[in-house]
C-alpha cells in the first residue's frame, strides 16, 4: 500500500445526488492532489493543494467543489454531476518542501453516473 | 506547457524477453522525467524517476529507463519480462502548479506479457 487511502471505492450516483469523496495521506505530506481517469483519454489533473491552500484548479466545472481542512485530509464533493463525469478518481499526495518529491496515489474511486 | 508522449498504445512481449515501453517528452528548462504502473482496478504505483545524474535510473521490480537528453526519451527498460508485469504503464512530467508541482502524463502504454 502507498499509504494513500480513498473511501468509497466504488460510488453509483444519479444526476441529481450530492456525494463525497474522501482521501486520506498517512505519510506526512504537504501537498495532495485530485486526478480524473477517463477511458480512452490521459489522466487530468483536477485540483492541486499545498500546505491546505488551493494553488491550481485546471478549469473543472463548479459541480466538482474540493476541500482540504488539514494536510492529511482532502475531499472532493459532487452535485448534480453528469454521465461524462463517470470516471475513476484518483487522489494523491507529495512532499513540495524541494519541488522534487514523488506524489504517491491511492486506490481510486471509480465513479457512475447514472 | 510540458508534455510527455508515449508512441504505443500497446507492447507485446515473451516472457522472459528484455522489454522496452517507449516515452519522449518536452519541457522547458530541466525535465523531472517519472514511471508509474498501473495494474487493473488500482491506482498509480511510483516506479522510478529521473531528477538530474546518472542517465541510467534503477526502480522497482527490476525496472530501469534510461534518460537521453538528445533524443528527448525516457524508455522505460526491463532486462526478462515477466507476465506479472502486464499492466498500463504511464510516463510522466512534472512542472510546478504554484507552490506545488503537477505531473503531466502521457496517454499509457498497455504491456502484454505472454508465457
Known amino acids: 500500500e502507498t499509504g494513500v487511502t480513498q473511501t468509497p471505492r466504488h460510488l453509483v450516483m444519479g444526476m441529481t445526488n450530492k456525494k463525497s469523496l474522501k482521501c486520506e495521506q498517512h505519510?506526512?505530506?504537504?501537498?495532495m492532489y485530485w486526478y480524473k481517469q477517463s477511458a480512452k483519454k490521459p489522466l487530468e489533473l483536477m485540483f492541486v493543494y499545498n500546505f491546505k491552500e488551493q494553488t491550481e484548479n485546471n478549469s473543472v466545472p463548479s459541480r466538482f467543489s474540493p476541500e482540504c481542512p488539514n494536510s492529511s485530509h482532502l475531499f472532493l464533493h459532487l452535485h448534480t454531476l453528469q454521465p461524462e463525469d463517470s470516471a475513476l478518481y484518483l487522489c494523491a499526495s507529495s512532499q513540495e518542501d524541494r519541488h522534487q518529491e514523488t506524489q504517491y496515489f491511492g486506490p481510486g474511486t471509480r465513479l457512475l453516473v447514472l | 506547457a510540458q508534455s510527455v508522449a508515449q508512441p504505443e498504445d500497446q507492447v507485446n512481449v515473451a516472457e522472459g524477453n528484455p522489454l522496452t515501453v517507449k516515452c519522449t517528452y518536452s519541457v522547458s528548462g530541466n525535465p523531472y522525467l517519472f514511471w508509474y504502473v498501473q495494474y487493473p482496478n488500482r491506482g498509480l504505483q511510483f516506479l522510478l524517476k529521473?531528477?538530474?545524474?546518472?542517465?541510467l535510473v534503477k526502480g522497482s521490480y527490476g525496472f530501469e529507463a534510461e534518460f537521453n537528453k538528445s533524443q528527448t526519451s525516457f524508455h522505460l527498460k526491463k532486462p526478462s519480462a515477466l507476465v506479472s508485469d502486464s499492466a498500463l504503464y504511464f510516463c510522466a512530467v512534472r512542472e510546478l502548479a504554484g507552490t506545488a508541482s503537477k505531473l503531466t502524463f502521457g496517454t499509457g502504454t498497455r504491456l502484454q506479457v505472454t508465457l
Open positions: 505519510l506526512g505530506h504537504n501537498a
Open positions: 529521473y531528477i538530474t545524474g546518472d542517465n
